[in-house]
């Protein structure tokens, strides 16, 4: 009975630890190209303190703009997109290698990021940040 209590377990903590890299994360690590965001999915606990590690690889500036639940910037971001940006990393220089904090949305739901730069969401920067209830 106990032996196979310990095989259940150890079951178990194999399939938790394979979920893992699907889950909810407090650290985002993207790396930015000409163009896309390299994860282009992110996944993080609601209202929680997340830590955005980002480098640009490219040869031009790009930015992580995380647009407010249910908006979008569209097929280019323009000024009038501008209050629906829920939280921004501006202008971030080729060869940038940053690491910067902001507080995840309370709200679950997919939240879109793109890039402000003229043509860039065009091409292909955008991505998804997924906020998931905190446990
Ligand atoms: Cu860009």
Redesign the pocket.
Known sequence: MKRTFMIVAAFLSLILVSCGGGGPSTTINVT?TD?QFQPSQFTVPAGQEITLNVTNTGA?V??FIIMKLGTTAGATYEDDDDPNVYWEERDIQPGGDLSVAFTAPTEPGEYEVV?R?EG?IASG?IAKLTVVAAE
């Open positions: 930015m163009f031009v790009h930015n890039c730069t860039h920067m």
